[in-house]
């Protein structure tokens, strides 16, 4: 017997244990399936599952279990990211604990302790996503930096270098003044300061005593590295000026004044300072103009020796005190503007990142980019939601060349040495260099190997093919690519999707996947993005501690709208809850009526109106989770098989098949019993990719002789074949008028121990027959005394709704006060109104509309809807009274 309860705590461990030790989360590549294929994005190393790990990994395992149980040789191939700088500061923190620096240990002894920190503390993740019940081929678990991808890191290096896709160059980098490292731009944090300054700095004119040109920043530590003023083409105030030259206070350096559109004749006086090596902008400029690149910042943001021996070794921002107050001594500071502007911070270092010169290692993106753009323009790589494709289109078509070396000791070592000349030898190995550099010198020399490691995002660019085994040719490598569907985010379109894309095309000659689903952002249920500095981050284990992990999936994939975020809110995750909880109670029901396995039951030979019914409505649920889940509409899946459990199911079928249970044994009561059995298997089956864990449990104690598990039986596909039209329409007649009189009963307030009178007039003989069949369940479920024809006048202090041919009349006098109801009406009806009024006004105010935060304004869009809908409810319930 089941117990009365359902607890996941319980269910959850034992029923993950045996899934795994039973190998159904394998691929199967001999068995001669489709096969289906997708890629875990790899958390960090040092992750802890977030509620975006969450949504991600809950998506990609509802597919996985769709897909398996389709009979697909569904394969979903995990793995973690080596997360360099993550994992680099998180191993530097421990030693600064133990006043340990890395930089007296040594790389080689650094390196192990990273990787003994692994072994002991990275799996974190892996067993918490196990805990969200995500079934991954955890027997093909890759790691970015084990021995098969560090060798496809190394072969896709060296032959990017040789084929001359790779190379080092001296540009601007977003570099981290802490970590003393290039970073990347998704670690780069940019705030808004809304106390920042504009100062405005006049700049004395070559040959023309008393006339400055004023340029204006918000930087003015940098101004020691200027080489150039722009100012635009068509500024008449400055065409005088283009081709002379400025002074450069405080250096005396000549500023070649150039016509560039970049200056803006409507920003401040129309003249912009250019400091080709510490601005992204300036440095196109310094490149089209051909201006000097003058670094006067050292790798720690202290200023160098290219400036003036008075600011050399000074912090920037000391530096910025002493520039300023120094202009202003020389009369030069026109003036200082508030101005709010954004800043970027390092996201884990939390200092203020300086684009600063540098030389770095690059792939020449945009040849790589060529390809991978038109197979998104020619449908070989889908994006769905399809508007993302403009994202990556935009990116694309506008790409830069991509920094690819980062100054960390943990992470892949860029495989290239330097001969005492700096000639650079790029090879497989030392061995390999050694040789061609003997070849080159003519004789044996020492090398040195370049310190760098590569960007995290170049060996997970690798990850469709890698993890399947290239650079050998492996037979999943055959089988498996491409793959069929990426799940990402949207913020790592360029960082990850598209590069997966440029590398793989390259390499394999062929697209990495077929289509890439972009899920929504999880928010806080008042639609802010969640952060520790707002104190609103909701905790997934907490939930899943709380509720279940079967609850938390179903609430992430029923709120997993297309082009929506989610609001996420507790509310909803014990809501779902309370829908398993539903379906457990549904399972004792019957269990305890003598309701087992449904393996006998043939559903097109039902008999009964009310089997041949559910029969079809069971179909059509089949179809609209099916047709929904091809199509990634994961909130439209979870909908259709809520819908029909909890409202088709449990509420209707359960309720009108009771008095067939509980009469004696007879050809009806074997069917029902067949067909309830049948109809929960079914269920089962739909409902299991969404909430594994409960499903399970069900279908292994409601029927103990099955030998296969609910994760490998097969995908409900019904034919709608088996709907029956007649069956349809006389059952869903029956569920329309015990709802009208439900509806009314709540909107009248009428008291649930009041049992009222149904009375009908305008009936056809079908419609009296079907009241004559379905009488006890009418009087049972509406809470009637009696169901009968109007005898002469319609009756009057009435509730009355239309169905179909027939109006239907539900006598209230002496029930509920007539006169009191209407003014209770009437008054919701006027509140509602009025707050319909005031947000419509707030709505409507342009100056509102622009200054409130999104979540604001669609907090009073979704407050407006539901305020209409009241109202429209209370304004039918009025007309129901009528005229009194």
């Known amino acids: 017997m089941l117990d009365k309860t359902f607890s996941p705590a319980e269910i959850e461990a034992r029923h993950y244990a045996a899934w795994e030790a039973s190998g159904a989360f394998q691929g199967r590549p001999s068995g001669g399936a489709q096969p289906w294929c997708v890629t875990m994005p790899p958390p960090n190393v040092t992750g802890s599952l977030h509620m975006g790990h969450a949504l991600n990994n809950t998506l990609q395992d509802i597919l996985t279990r769709y897909r398996r149980k389709q009979g697909r040789d569904a394969l979903w191939q995990p793995g973690m990211d080596h997360a360099g700088i993550a994992t680099q500061m998180v191993v530097e923190r421990q030693l600064a604990e133990a006043k340990q620096d890395r930089r007296d240990m040594g790389r080689e002894a650094f390196v192990k302790r990273v990787w003994d920190w692994k072994a002991e503390s990275g799996g974190t993740i892996g067993r918490q996503l196990r805990r969200l019940g995500a079934t991954a081929d955890w027997s093909r678990d890759r790691f970015t930096m084990d021995e098969g991808l560090s060798a496809a890191v190394l072969k896709v290096f060296v032959a990017l270098h040789k084929q001359g896709l790779i190379y080092r160059d001296k540009r601007l980098v977003n570099w981290d003044p802490k970590f003393l490292t290039a970073i990347s731009d998704l670690e780069v944090e940019n705030r808004e300061v809304k106390d920042g300054k504009l100062w405005y700095f006049r700049y004395p004119i070559e040959g023309r005593t008393g006339e400055f040109i004023t ?206 000349d700096g000639t650079v030898f790029v090879e497989l190995s030392e061995a390999e260099a050694q040789a061609k550099a003997t070849a080159h010198y003519g004789k044996a020399v020492s090398l040195k190997r370049d310190e760098d490691v590569l960007d995290t995002w170049f060996s997970s660019g690798l990850w469709p093919f890698s993890t399947l085994g290239w650079p050998d040719e492996t037979s999943e490598l055959k089988r498996y690519y491409p793959t069929s569907v990426l799940v990402t985010g949207f913020d790592i379109i360029f960082f990850w999707v598209a590069r997966m894309i440029m590398l793989g095309m390259h390499f394999m000659g062929d697209v990495p996947f077929r289509d890439v689903y972009i899920h929504a952002l999880v928010r806080d249920e008042r639609g802010q993005k969640m952060s520790k500095s707002k104190g609103n981050v909701i905790d997934p284990l907490a939930l899943m501690d709380k509720y279940g992990a079967d609850a938390l999936r179903f609430t992430l994939a029923a709120m997993e709208a297309q082009g929506r975020d989610i609001k996420l809110a507790e509310a909803r995750v014990e809501g779902y809850r309370n829908f398993a909880t539903k379906l457990w109670n549904a399972a004792r029901f019957l269990e305890s009526n003598g309701c087992g396995g449904g393996a006998g039951f043939d559903p097109s030979k039902a008999k009964s109106t009310l089997n041949r019914w559910i029969v079809g409505e069971t179909a059509r649920a089949a179809a609209k989770v099916g047709e929904a889940l091809d199509a990634y509409r994961f909130n439209d899946a979870a909908a259709a098989i809520y819908r029909f459990t909890w409202d088709v199911f449990c509420d209707w079928y359960v309720e009108f098949a009771k008095p067939a249970l509980t009469v004696a044994d007879g050809a009806e009561k074997s069917e029902t019993r067949a067909c309830a059995s049948w109809v929960m298997e079914q269920i089962l089956g739909l409902l299991h990719p969404f909430m594994p864990f409960v499903t399970e449990e069900l279908w292994s104690r409601l029927d103990e002789t099955r030998q296969a598990p609910l994760i490998l039986a097969p995908w409900p596909s019904l034919p709608l074949a088996l709907i029956d039209a007649k069956a349809d329409i006389e059952m869903n007649w029956l569920v329309r008028l015990i709802s009208e009189i439900r509806a009314v009963r709540s909107e009248m307030n009428v008291p649930g121990a009041s049992k009222l009178d149904l009375v009908a007039a305008g009936a056809n003989d079908e419609t009296r027959a079907r009241i004559e069949r379905h009488r006890d369940l009418i009087l049972r479920l509406g809470r009637l005394e009696r169901v009968a024809p109007v005898d002469g006048q319609t009756p009057k202090n009435a509730a009355q709704f239309v169905l179909d041919e027939a109006t239907l009349f539900l006598p209230l006098e002496g029930v509920i006060d007539f006169a009191k109801e209407r003014a209770r009406l009437e008054k919701e009806i006027g509140r509602l109104a009025g707050e319909i009024t005031k947000i419509d006004a707030k709505l409507g105010n342009a100056d509102f509309v622009k200054r409130a935060p999104e979540e604001v304004i669609e907090e009073q869009r979704e407050r407006r809807a539901e305020a209409a809908a009241t109202r429209t409810k209370f304004e039918d319930a009025l007309k129901r009274l009528g005229a009194g």
Request: aromatic letters at 10%; a negative charge.
């Open 215 to 420: 340029v204006a920043t918000t930087r003015p530590e940098t101004m020691l590295g200027d080489s150039g003023v722009a100012v635009h083409p068509d500024d008449p105030r400055h065409q005088h000026l283009i081709g002379g030259h400025a002074i450069l206070p405080l250096v005396g350096r000549r500023l070649r004044i150039v016509a560039d559109d970049y200056a803006d004749p409507e920003q401040g006086s129309g003249a912009v300072k250019i400091t080709p090596a510490h601005d992204f902008n300036d440095f196109e400029v310094g490149k089209r103009h051909g201006l000097e690149m003058i670094n006067v910042l050292d790798a720690e943001a202290r200023l160098n020796d290219n400036v003036p021996e008075a600011y050399r070794g000074l912090d920037r921002f000391k530096a910025r005190e002493k520039i300023v107050a120094e202009m202003e001594a020389l009369g030069l500071l026109e003036k200082i503007e508030p101005r709010a502007h954004t800043v970027p911070y390092g996201d884990r270092s939390g200092v203020v990142i300086e684009p600063w010169l540098t030389d770095q290692w690059y792939v020449d993106a945009k040849t790589l980019a060529e390809p991978a753009i038109k197979a998104v323009e020619d449908g070989r790589i889908r994006f769905v939601p399809k508007r993302w494709e403009n994202t990556y289109f935009e990116w694309m078509r506008n790409i830069q060349p991509w920094c690819i070396s980062r100054q960390l000791w943990w992470g892949h070592q860029i495989p290239a040495w330097y001969g005492p």
